[in-house]
C-alpha cells in the first residue's frame, strides 16, 4: 500500500485566499484525521471522520475551516479566507479502528502551509 | 482525560551508544502509548505500541519501549544510535476507546559521529 497520501507538499498563498488541502487515506481504513503542527501548540487533531461521516470537528478553530470526505478514498480540509496566523503544516491520518491492535494511526507526509 | 510529558527537549548521543528518550502519562484509563518519530520534513511514523499486552514492546529500527504502570512512564530506548536515527520523538497516549492522541511536546535527537 502506498500509505495515506496528501496533496500539495507545499502551499504558498496570500492573506485571504481559499486553499484546499487533499488527503487519501489508507485502503479500507474507516477513520480519518485531520492534524495541524506548529511551533506554539505542537499537533492539534482538527476533525475526524467514521465511514466519511464528520463525527467530531471540535478542534477545527474557526468557521474558516471546514472538510469533507465525500468518499473512503479522498477527503479535503479547506480554509476560507486564509491567514498568516494558519501557516501550519496539516497532517492527515488514517486508522482501522479506535481501539485495541487496531488502533494505529498512519500519518501523510503533511502539507506545509505558507500564508503570506 | 490523559497527557504526556516528555521529559527531555533535547537529547545528543555519540553514534553507538545508548539512547533514552523519557516519557510519563497521566491517564484516567488503562492507556494505549505509542512511540512515534518524525524525521525533518517527514509524516510521523509509528515506531512502537503498547495496548495492554506485554509491557515490553520491540519496535522498528532496534527501538524498545517499557511501559512501568506503577511510575507512569513509558521511556523509549535503543541500545547502540545511528546516524538515522537523528530525528524527532513523540510519545503518544490515548484512553480507552479514545480517538484523541494526546501528543508530548517531542524530544529532539542529535546524533554526533
Known amino acids: 500500500d502506498a500509505g495515506v497520501i496528501q496533496s500539495p507538499r507545499h502551499e504558498v498563498t496570500e492573506m485571504g485566499q481559499e486553499v484546499t488541502l487533499r488527503c487519501k487515506p489508507i485502503?479500507?481504513?474507516?477513520?480519518l484525521f485531520w492534524y495541524r503542527q506548529t511551533m506554539m501548540r505542537g499537533l492539534e487533531l482538527l476533525i475526524y471522520f467514521n465511514n466519511n461521516v464528520p463525527i467530531d470537528d471540535s478542534g477545527m478553530p474557526e468557521d474558516r475551516f471546514s472538510a469533507k470526505m465525500p468518499n473512503a478514498s479522498f477527503s479535503t480540509l479547506k480554509i476560507q479566507p486564509s491567514e498568516p496566523r494558519d501557516s501550519a503544516v496539516y497532517f492527515c491520518a488514517s486508522s482501522l479502528g479506535l481501539a485495541g491492535d487496531h488502533y494505529e494511526q498512519y500519518f501523510g507526509p503533511g502539507t506545509r502551509l505558507t500564508v503570506t | 482525560a490523559q497527557s504526556v510529558t516528555q521529559l527531555d527537549s533535547h537529547v545528543s548521543v555519540s553514534e553507538g551508544t545508548p539512547v533514552l528518550l523519557r516519557c510519563n502519562y497521566s491517564s484516567s484509563y488503562s492507556p494505549s502509548l505509542f512511540w512515534y518519530v518524525q524525521h525533518p520534513n517527514k509524516g510521523l511514523q509509528l515506531l512502537l505500541k503498547?495496548?495492554?499486552?506485554?509491557?515490553l514492546v520491540k519496535g522498528i529500527n532496534g527501538f524498545e519501549a517499557e511501559f512501568k504502570k506503577s511510575e507512569t512512564s513509558f521511556h523509549l530506548t535503543k541500545p547502540s544510535a545511528h546516524m538515522s536515527d537523528a530525528a524527532e520523538y513523540f510519545c503518544v497516549v490515548s484512553g480507552q476507546n479514545d480517538y484523541k492522541l494526546s501528543f508530548g511536546a517531542g524530544t529532539t535527537v542529535t546524533v554526533r559521529a
Open positions: 503498547y495496548t495492554s499486552a506485554a509491557t
Open positions: 485502503s479500507g481504513h474507516d477513520y
